[in-house]
T-cell receptor, first 113, second 110 residues
Framework: NAGVTQTPKFRVLKTGQSMTLLCAQD?????MYWYRQDPGMGLRLIHY???????AKGEVPDGYNVSRLKKQNFLLGLESAAPSQTSVYFC????????????FGPGTRLTVT | SQQGEEDPQALSIQEGENATMNCSYK?????LQWYRQNSGRGLVHLIL?????REKHSGRLRVTLDTSKKSSSLLITASRAADTASYFC??????????FGTGTRLQVFP
């Protein structure tokens, strides 16, 4: 039981390049989330999904796209990376939302130069 | 926008002392959760308290919730060096999301 895994762990991109971050969970959770964490800002929600085939915008969705084609996977895409997207990205999942905790992956550290 | 605001932003104590950190929030909630983040790692869930509960314990952790003041506190008793981490509160409303605060950095010196 690996929990929540994220790929890759580190990445450096040049401005304008694209990439996809992969999140996978093996707990059969319905809900999945992508956050970014910046110094002094806590975690901010980018996009989330309440089930396979669904996605919704969070607090800071601009510049990102997501897909949830399979229940266990949640992909975060950056179509044209910008230096402002330099951050640590965390994926999380939960069984339900209202009274259940979230399980987090180890994070992806992304630098955009 | 941040729902939870933790106080203090940073806290340094000696091993064996108690650590108290506070969280204030703005809107009505269904539950409030506390998470720990070790340096360079993901967040780990510590404890969840529902809006109709006033106090909850888990090992050396004690959480209180005062919905009239829209505040919560996390007490770690008999702190250990291994408790060194950042601690975040997160509020769950009646939507699909948790909203996280900016965190308290706790340093426990041996």
């Amino acid at each position: 039981n690996a929990g929540v895994t994220q790929t890759p762990k580190f990445r450096v991109l040049k401005t304008g390049q694209s990439m996809t971050l992969l999140c996978a969970q093996d707990m059969n959770h319905e809900y999945m989330y992508w956050y970014r964490q910046d110094p002094g800002m806590g975690l901010r929600l980018i996009h989330y999904s309440v089930g396979e085939g669904t996605t919704a915008k969070g607090e800071v969705p601009d510049g990102y796209n997501v897909s949830r084609l399979k229940k266990q996977n949640f992909l975060l895409g950056l179509e044209s990376a910008a230096p402002s997207q330099t951050s640590v990205y965390f994926c999380a999942s939960s069984y339900q939302v209202l009274t259940y905790e979230q399980y987090f992956g180890p994070g992806t550290r992304l630098t955009v130069t | 926008s941040q729902q939870g605001e933790e106080d203090p932003q940073a806290l340094s104590i000696q091993e064996g002392e108690n650590a108290t950190m506070n969280c204030s929030y703005k809107t009505s909630i269904n539950n409030l959760q506390w998470y720990r983040q070790n340096s360079g790692r993901g967040l780990v869930h510590l404890i969840l308290i529902r809006s109709n509960e006033r106090e909850k314990h888990s090992g050396r952790l004690r959480v209180t919730l005062d919905t009239s003041k829209k505040s919560s506190s996390l007490l770690i008793t008999a702190s250990r060096a291994a408790d060194t981490a950042s601690y975040f509160c997160a509020t769950g409303g009646y939507t699909d999301k948790l909203i996280f605060g900016t965190g308290t950095r706790l340093q426990v010196f041996p």
